[in-house]
């Protein structure tokens, strides 16, 4: 069963600095890896998805690189805004038997950027 | 706009009840799938369905029920066997999984036992 876990659960910083959020999962055979951020009380917004073959994905300020074979993905936030405060998770989709196409969540790095 | 409608966005339900959660996609998507979402343990699997009139069980399926009659509807009932059902619940939906296949989210509904 795939197990996800995120470091650090909470982060708080100033506004202006780079982040990094990690994600590690215990099955590496995934079709993918998504980034979501969630707002309280609201539904996931998918960031950044990177597939099981590309090392990085890259979208604005956000950069995701995914080492499969070790299990690691790892969210950087270049120049962190305010507006960056969320929740963030990364989700694996995997591929093996009766797991096909699930994605499991791990609890989140919730993070707040203090102007 | 394409997207995933959730409804309602609260709901309140007394003991002993049934309640139904909807979800709708407009993204011609083919697989739905429903979350759990309670504080400190992340999002938990309740059912999803690749194709309609197919759907399996995720990690949490006791005490829910679900129905796939139309590709771009996947309502999610909430029977009184579900002992804590107070949560906010996700649906989600994709194309049929491959290394590109990337998940959508509705904005959810906050269900409370009263």
Sequence with gaps: ?115 | DGGITQSPKYLFRKEGQNVTLSCEQNLNHDAMYWYRQDPGQGLRLIYYSQIVNDFQKGDIAEGYSVSREKKESFPLTVTSAQKNPTAFYLCASSHRQGPHTEAFFGQGTRLTVV
């Excluded at chain 1, 099981?52 to 604005?60: K, L």
């Excluded at chain 1, 299990?71 to 405060?85: E, F, M, N, V």
Aim: aromatic fraction near 6%; hydrophobic fraction near 30%; proline fraction near 5%.
């Design chain 1, 1 to 115: 069963k795939q197990e996800v876990t995120q470091i650090p659960a909470a982060l708080s910083v100033p506004e202006g600095e780079n982040l990094v959020l990690n994600c590690s999962f215990t099955d590496s055979a995934i079709y993918n890896l998504q980034w979501f951020r969630q707002d309280p009380g609201k539904g996931l917004t998918s960031l950044l998805l990177i597939q099981s073959s590309q090392r990085e994905q890259t979208s604005g300020r956000l950069n995701a690189s995914l080492d499969k074979s070790s299990g690691r993905s790892t969210l950087y936030i270049a120049a962190s805004q305010p507006g960056d405060s969320a929740t963030y998770l990364c989700a694996p989709s995997v591929i093996r038997g009766t797991s096909y196409g699930k994605l499991t969540f791990g609890q989140g790095t919730i993070l707040t950027v203090h102007p």
